[in-house]
């Protein structure tokens, strides 16, 4: 454990190894908020608002990090432009990012809300391999960021695996079927939802 939310830090840590987990409470229930792995940052709001944690911070893979200061900061955004312009494009990403959490969490109905989380990280974490599709988040972390527990979330995915939206997965990746069948059940979605006053 790096650091608890609440908790005073005056540091930033810059992840040369490893990987570092970011998490909340959320109604006192941890919540993970993002996996970093190498070359990420994180911590930089306790030195730039002068204010307590606002998460928590656990390594969860042996990790080598660098520890940078307040004068050491400063002194990179002062005399290094692109760490500045670095810094500045983290910080609207991982913005857009929160935001994109918070909208899945309007999805009420549990296979909405997986369908449409499973069609977004498939943009931004979908890598290939062995022909198929691999989402690099785990059911763990996807259920901790959309807002589902461990048992509704395996009987979704066992239910998508029964249609070939989901081929397999695990704690380390979840891996999609036919990316087509995804997008037909999310286009089922928003007809029912535009017709549901006909039902």
């Given at each position: 454990m790096l650091f608890r939310e609440g908790d005073p830090g005056r540091e930033m840590y810059v992840i040369v190894s490893g990987r570092v987990r970011i998490s909340k409470r959320v109604r006192d229930v941890e919540k993970a908020m993002t996996t970093l792995p190498a070359g990420e940052f994180f911590g930089e709001m306790a030195i730039l608002n002068d204010r307590t944690r606002s998460a928590t911070a656990m390594v969860i893979e042996d990790a080598e990090l660098m520890v940078v200061g307040p004068d050491a900061f400063d002194g990179l955004i002062a005399h290094h432009r692109d760490v500045a312009l670095r810094l500045i494009r983290r910080l609207a990403h991982r913005l857009e990012e929160a935001n994109q959490d918070l909208m899945l969490l309007l999805y009420r109905d549990p296979s909405s809300r997986v369908a449409h989380a499973l069609k977004?990280?498939?943009?931004?974490?979908?890598?290939?391999?062995?022909?198929?599709?691999?989402?690099?988040?785990?059911?763990?972390?996807?259920?901790?960021?959309?807002?589902?527990?461990?048992?509704?979330?395996?009987?979704?995915?066992?239910?998508?695996?029964?249609?070939?939206?989901?081929?397999?997965?695990?704690?380390?990746?979840?891996?999609?079927?036919?990316?087509?069948?995804?997008?037909?059940?999310?286009?089922?979605?928003e007809l029912r939802h535009q017709f549901s006053d006909l039902v």
């Open positions: 977004r990280f498939a943009c931004s974490l979908g890598k290939r391999h062995q022909g198929q599709l691999r989402l690099e988040i785990g059911t763990a972390e996807l259920g901790e960021r959309i807002g589902i527990d461990a048992v509704q979330l395996g009987l979704v995915l066992s239910r998508f695996i029964e249609k070939g939206i989901v081929l397999d997965h695990c704690d380390e990746y979840i891996e999609l079927g036919d990316p087509t069948r995804l997008d037909r059940f999310l286009e089922f979605l």
